[in-house]
């Protein structure tokens, strides 16, 4: 932390630095709401998190003196932070932190890493993320010297260096972002690699038709390849960002892109003897299929087989292969169900996948990585899909999102709940309803839907709902099961209005009036 002079004389500084960026005229370029996220350190000691918050309050009176963006205040943010308490007990991961970049209602959100390397310097990693999209417009990192071990510590030379960086940075992300909005968004959701037999590495298949594909958006400028934010650098890391924009808008694929990409690839490493020579001879087999939806009609599948090609090699023939799919038709009727459709058929995939994943080696984190994408992308495509979301959330409490012994987790929760967290009160039913905790307690769990309800949590209201209209771990009764999915709907959580309805068709009107009566004290603060 800063020492009080230091802080304070630093503070004049880029106050008067402020007033002279207001002074600046500004380009005609269409005001953005823009939100300095929490940022989070890989050391989570106290020291640490003080030192952070006072590198983000400088950082915020400097930069919001650039009228070219209107900034979301950071009583605001606080705000959004008491009902996303997970971060201060290492549980948050991208879901929530694009949920609460759109809970305060900013276009663009600014989220900082700092990480620790080898000899004790960290590193700031710097995004800044279209909400809307959860596309990484730009992105940089910046080395703060810190000799020696220890926690964190605020330096004056930090935010002078920061401070520039991130307004460049802002430069920078405005022109992409002005320019890539005047293409169609395609965003490629992931390309799924299983190996068979023994051979060398194959390559990053993913990796290489990722890039190629955002080279030939660059160098053609007829698309923008969105840039999903992710939760860090390595591949064993799930992104959990198509969670955190369903969850928010239960029709976010209709505006994060208008054609999506994914796919499999299956890669066959054979002995083959040639008889021709009399000897052995290695021999690859990539078999890949890949799906390109529009949003409106039945996916187009493209099919490729290629022998003893390189990974890239591969990702170029996919690449020229789709490239003329990606042309917008919106003349083209749109098909009954077929989102339904396309996520069952991810969720199939799902399920031929191993279900035991060892977390001891790279093959097992992969494995597990691979297996939250598909859930993910099944549930941002139908979050009405029950089976694929109970999955996502079993997933969701392994690996390094948050701790792997889930009675450690459990306790943070816990933590977490005792300070009026909503978002873990109901995190915590969820664990109950799905036995992470043993045996699974319906009645329990419907206790902990009921506390994070109470607080006018969405998608404890949801969750609550579902459990009065099936008779989990409270009595059926239609009339409190409309009621809490009335509430959640009028929050726009997703299918809330749907299953309502479902119950509604089975309702009196003496029922549905009183649902109505009881919803609407609620709203009023007249809780029952």
Request: aromatic share 10%.
């Amino acid at each position: 932390m800063f020492p009080r002079n230091v802080f304070g004389s630093l503070m004049i500084a880029i106050l008067a630095t402020r007033v002279s960026a207001q002074s600046v005229a500004t380009s005609n370029f269409p005001p953005l709401r823009v939100a300095l996220m929490d940022f989070v350190s890989d050391d989570n000691s106290y020291r640490s998190t003080v030192a952070v918050e006072d590198l983000m309050s400088a950082l915020q009176v400097d930069i919001s003196g650039d009228t070219n963006y209107d900034w979301v205040e950071r009583a605001e943010l606080e705000k959004a932070a008491s009902e996303f308490k997970l971060a201060q007990f290492g549980l948050i991961d991208r879901s929530e932190a694009i949920r609460s970049g759109r809970w305060v209602k900013a276009d663009w959100g600014i989220y900082g890493d700092i990480s620790t390397n080898f000899n004790g310097n960290r590193t700031l990693s710097l995004e800044i993320v279209n909400l809307q999209r959860a596309d990484v417009v730009a992105e940089t990192n910046l080395l703060l010297l810190t000799p020696g071990s220890g926690p964190f510590q605020l330096k004056s030379e930090y935010v002078s260096n920061i401070a520039p960086t991130l307004k460049s940075l802002l430069s920078n992300a405005r022109k992409i972002y002005s320019d890539s909005e005047k293409r169609d968004a395609v965003a490629f959701l992931f390309l799924s690699i299983t190996q068979s037999g023994f051979g060398g590495a194959f390559g990053d298949l993913d990796a290489d038709f990722r890039r190629l594909l955002f080279s030939e958006s660059t160098n053609s400028q007829r698309f923008h390849l969105v840039q999903f934010q992710r939760a860090g650098t390595a591949m064993d890391e799930a992104s959990l960002v198509l969670s955190g924009l369903a969850e928010s808008d239960s029709n976010s694929w209709e505006k994060v892109a208008g054609h999506y990409v994914w796919g499999d690839a299956r890669v066959d490493n054979q002995k083959i003897f040639d008889w021709k020579t009399r000897e052995w001879r290695d021999e690859r087999k990539v078999d890949v299929e890949v799906d390109v939806w529009d949003g409106r009609g039945e996916p187009q599948v493209i099919t490729l087989t290629t022998t003893n090609e390189t990974s890239e090699v591969v990702a170029k023939e996919l690449t020229q292969a789709i490239e003329p799919l990606l042309r917008r038709d919106g003349t083209k009727p749109i098909v009954e169900n077929v989102r339904s459709r396309i996520s069952d058929s991810i969720f199939a995939r799902y399920s031929g996948l191993p279900i035991n994943f060892s977390f001891d080696s790279p093959d097992g984190r992969r494995q597990w990585f691979e297996a939250v994408q598909l859930l993910e992308t099944a549930c941002f495509f139908d979050p009405g899909n029950a089976a694929a979301r109970e999955q996502l959330l079993r997933l969701r409490y392994q690996g390094k999102l948050v701790p792997k012994d889930i009675a450690q987790a459990a306790d943070w929760f816990n933590k977490a709940a005792m300070q009026g967290s909503p978002e873990a009160m109901n995190r915590i039913g969820e664990m109950w309803a799905v036995g992470m905790n043993g045996a699974p307690d319906p009645k329990e769990a419907a206790n902990w839907y009921q506390r994070a309800a109470d607080k006018d949590l969405a998608e404890a209201q949801y969750n609550l709902g579902l459990c009065y209209a099936k008779g989990e771990g409270v009595a059926a009764n239609p009339v409190d099961a409309w009621k809490w999915l009335q509430l959640a709907a009028g929050q726009e959580f997703p299918n809330a209005d749907l299953e309502r309805d479902k119950i509604q068709a089975d309702m009196t009107e003496d029922q549905v009036k009183n649902a109505r009566s009881l919803a609407d004290q609620i709203q009023a603060g007249d809780k029952q």
